[in-house]
């Protein structure tokens, strides 16, 4: 899971640097090696004496290890597996002083990061009251102003100057800058990167008879034997050796690996030409072929943002891909999409689709069959995660958690039961469109459901609207979307109003034009006629009005 957002991240953005940051805990060494095969420029290391002020009392007290063991461990495990050099190591955790950074240096970490210190230097006085509104130095509030601390109840308050703080932080990180370099110069070295992993440096000059540290400042030369092994057989002499033996099949009758990706990253020029770009690929592509449409998509946006492209409209066409033939795309299709951007898919999709899209459209529609049937249209997990503007449309079923942390997006689930449900029988996850889980978390945007939205939906939604479909003739009723809600979800079901009557014509509308745009006429007609008498098809899920216990953690 690691290793696909970092590479949809880095499709999305090719300049990204990539920084996974993980608590110090045992076998702490094996996870950053994991972390730095998954794809990542640099591994954070968190120790357990520093964290926020909204941290839980238990947690500060008993929570993780020292930043200085994880810090060996990591180096240690990337030491060994050759490829220290491909990442770099950060650590932070309650360092105060110019000696804790050179020590880490030592221990093998090539950057040292602050975060409570940064705070004090703004004037914070570690009250571990962050996540309550009442920081009475104006830092981790929104009040202003002495009355607006008077009226929120706070008996004492100072006002944050951000321009004499922001110089104190300055000042602060310089002094401790140059102290830095006054350290490294007494040991005889130029840069503070010429000390990483330098155990040879480091002595042990009190305690000894209470705790013994040989192992975290003993040089791992010691320990281990450096010298690079390589492998038995070559990559491509293996994919090669695989092929004469009969072990990889051909597909005559589907894309080359990559190839609908590498045709794609072409078209990054043609995008602002002043016409549409549409370019179809007939035969199918298959799951090796991740992250289709993203990169074009982070085209898009740089070129709008940085080299002054004409903005036009949020719902202008640039760009339609289609992707044809009984596709079943890879996992990631259309992820960060972008305004101007349509992709449409007739067959299926993987995992993550559409995650964090910030506009444009993105289809998964039924493929045809060597019968000439419409067959599949439906997509993995996770479908839509944190997408915030844009359209999404399914016209099968979805696996689990389908719209997690939906933040703005509109959303339609066409996929309808095969059959008439029967609650009686359990499993009710094996028999609904959309596999559980789903609308989890949501916070905005607006979402319909043709079918069974499936069991634990809407748990810990908080904003949005979700339109389910109701079919007495699939015994399909507001008692049984009842059963399929979150135990505690925080959510009224209900008749529609005059607004989600609305909605569900806009949704059902746009997805008329994605169904007509593949020639499913028949199937258009049907969901125009459903639109035209949602009041009576329909109920609503809405979250409640309450507002979270800032006390109470969320996480």
């Known amino acids: 899971d690691l290793a696909e957002l970092i590479d949809e991240l880095k499709t999305v953005n090719p300049d990204l640097r990539v920084s996974v940051k993980v608590p110090v805990v045992p076998n702490i060494g094996t996870i950053g090696l994991g972390i730095a095969k998954a794809g990542a420029d640099i591994i954070t290391l968190s120790g357990f004496e520093g964290g926020t002020g909204a941290a839980r009392q238990h947690a500060l007290r008993h929570v993780g290890l020292p930043s200085d063991i994880g810090t060996r461990a990591v180096h240690r495990a990337l030491m060994e597996a050759g490829i220290r050099n491909r990442v770099e190591i950060w650590a932070d955790g309650g360092y105060r002083h110019a000696h804790d950074i050179v020590k880490l240096h030592c221990m093998g970490a090539n950057r040292v990061a602050f975060g409570t210190l940064a705070m004090v230097s703004l004037g914070c006085t570690i009250c571990r009251g962050c996540q309550l509104d009442t920081c009475h130095v104006g830092i981790a509030t929104q009040i202003e102003t ?43 070295y130029e840069r503070a990167q010429d000390l990483v992993g330098r155990y040879d440096l480091l002595e042990q000059i009190a305690c000894a008879e209470r705790l013994d540290l040989a192992e975290l400042i003993t040089p791992l030369e010691e320990f281990l034997d450096l010298e690079p092994v390589d492998l038995p057989v070559a990559e491509e002499e293996l994919v090669e050796a695989r092929a004469e033996a009969g072990l990889v099949r051909a597909r005559p009758l589907r894309m080359a690996p990559k190839q609908a990706s590498a045709e794609l990253a072409g078209l990054a020029g043609k995008v602002f030409s002043g016409k549409v770009i549409r370019q179809a690929f007939p035969r199918p592509t298959d799951a090796h072929d991740r992250v289709l449409g993203t990169q074009l ?94 359209r999404l449309f399914v016209q099968g079923s979805a696996d689990s958690r389908f719209c997690i942390r939906l933040s703005g997006a509109d959303v339609v689930l066409g ?141």
Not at 336 to 353: I, P, T
């Open 415 to 555: 996929g309808e039961p095969a059959e008439p449900l029967d609650d009686v029988r359990g499993c009710i996850v094996d028999r609904a469109n959309a596999k559980g889980f789903a609308f989890e978390y949501m916070t905005a945007g607006r979402a319909v459901v043709l079918g069974d939205i499936g069991p634990w939906a809407c748990a810990g939604m908080t904003g949005g609207r979700v339109y389910v479909r109701v079919n007495p003739d699939w015994n399909l009723d507001g008692e049984a979307i009842e059963r399929r809600l979150g135990e505690g979800a925080k959510v009224e079901l209900s008749e529609l109003d005059a607004e989600g009557t609305l909605d569900i014509e806009d949704l059902l509308d746009h997805y008329v034009v994605e169904l007509r745009a593949t020639g499913q006429q028949e199937e258009a007609e049907r969901i125009v006629a459903l639109a035209a008498t949602s009041p009576d098809n329909f109920l609503m899920i809405v979250p409640q009005k309450v507002q979270t216990d800032p006390n109470i953690s969320t996480e």
């Open 297 to 390: 998509a982070g085209e898009i946006s740089r070129a709008r943002i940085y080299e002054g492209a004409p903005g036009g409209e949020p719902t202008e066409v640039l760009a339609e891909l289609s992707f044809n033939g009984g596709s079943v795309a890879g996992q990631g299709f259309g992820a960060f999409n972008a305004w101007g951007l349509v992709v449409r898919v007739e067959g299926g999709a993987q995992d993550g689709v559409g995650k964090a899209m910030l506009g444009g459209t993105v289809s998964i529609l039924k493929g045809t069959n060597g019968d000439g049937q419409r067959v599949n249209g439906s997509v993995g997990k996770s479908f839509a995660y944190g997408a915030q503007r844009g």
């Open 146 to 188: 002495t009355e607006q601390a008077t009226k929120h109840g706070l008996k004492k308050f100072t006002p944050q100057r951000v321009d004499s703080a922001a110089e104190s932080c300055a000042r602060f990180f310089a002094s401790m800058g140059e102290e830095v370099k006054r350290v490294v110069a007494e040991l005889g």
